[in-house]
């Protein structure tokens, strides 16, 4: 029998070419996807000067990654502002963010504010601080983005946290309710956009770990042990490993609503609706259908689009996107 001769170094070359493989593939996802949400919901136009809320999580540092790849690829010009907000958390590495800010050589304001003395001092210990902290914190970022000239606001939730949100308002707040991938701010003054909107948080973590963001850890949000964001979470991580597509397609479910089939009197006229004789395609046979979902995997849901219109209307080819 003739034996084999085991070449390491011909293993290494060939575990390295297929690691850039798989990294490559996640860019290119990860771009497509956020240039499918920002043409969906028209996020970023002509001129526009993007402010990116920089945390030093995970999710904002992909997001600024991504937009700065999107921008040096798109056929109009808008510019990009990374901003962050210093809320003099205790042990917070101040230097970190301005020197990465710095090294990518992109317009950056650091703001100092001291909220989370604020917290602390008004909510007791062991509740919920995520609600003073977003209003604070919004408040603040509201102001710096007229101060800049900011004509957008962009924010790092992705599909886990509008998923989350929704399952928090119906099963906590009894509303269908859950973060808009687009807003203008209750003042009516801002455009907040979410870039992140169609993104995974399993791709995001991924893409961090390769770009080696450095991740500053928050002292408060997350850290709470009684979050009912953290049982929601739990719940979609168990449907992901029990029944591949169930997250996927209530996601899906967001953009494709059917208020006749709902009971909100302000959505849809039924006080008013009568029989006309006129047959209704909306009708009680409109949402028969013998497919059924449960059987799909996660790879099948992810084939397709939650919107309707093309990856990207700065027409982005994610085809020549290089791995950076």
């Keep these: ?3 084999v001769d085991f070449n390491p170094t011909q293993t290494t070359r060939f575990s390295e070419e297929r690691q850039r493989l798989e990294q490559n593939k996640l860019s290119k996802r990860l771009m497509r996807e956020a240039g499918r949400a920002i043409a969906d919901y028209n996020m970023i136009e002509a001129g526009d000067r993007v402010m990116v809320c920089l945390s030093g999580g995970k999710d904002s540092y992909g997001m600024l990654d991504i937009l700065m790849t999107l921008r040096q690829r ?8 990374a901003v962050n907000l ?12 301005p020197e990465y800010l710095t090294k990518l050589d992109i317009p950056f304001h650091i703001e100092t504010r001291d909220t989370y003395s604020i917290v602390k001092r008004l909510i007791p210990e062991g509740k919920t601080t995520c ?4 209003r604070l914190r919004r408040g603040i970022l509201y102001r710096v983005a007229s101060e800049l000239g900011a004509t957008k606001i962009a924010l790092g939730h992705h599909r886990d946290d509008i998923l989350a949100t929704f399952f928090l308002n119906m099963f906590y707040g009894a509303k269908l309710k859950a973060m808009p991938p687009k807003l203008v701010s209750d003042d009516g003054r801002h455009t907040v956009i979410r870039p992140l909107a169609y993104i995974r948080e399993a791709d995001l973590i991924a893409y961090a770990q390769l770009k080696q963001f450095p991740i500053i850890p928050c002292n408060l949000c997350g850290s709470q042990e009684n979050l ?5 979470g739990e719940m979609l ?3 992901d490993r029990k029944d591949p597509g169930r997250a996927w397609n209530t996601f899906k479910a967001l953009a494709n609503i059917a208020p006749s089939h709902l009971m909100d009197t302000t959505l849809f006229d039924f006080v008013g609706l009568k029989p006309d004789g006129i047959a209704n395609p909306q009708g009680d046979t409109a949402f028969d259908t013998s497919e059924t979902t449960a059987d799909r995997t996660q790879d099948a849901c992810e084939s397709s689009s939650v919107g309707t219109g093309p990856a990207w209307t700065i027409h982005v080819d994610t085809h020549h996107l290089k791995n950076t």
């Design 228 to 232: 009912k964001r953290k049982e929601i």
């Design 131 to 134: 609600s003073l902290c977003s």
């Design 86 to 97: 210093d809320q003099k958390q205790p042990g917070f590495p101040a230097d970190i963010l």
């Design 1 to 3: 029998m003739q034996s």
């Design 74 to 81: 798109a056929p109009i010009d808008f510019e990009i502002v």
């Design 237 to 239: 991580a168990q449907w």
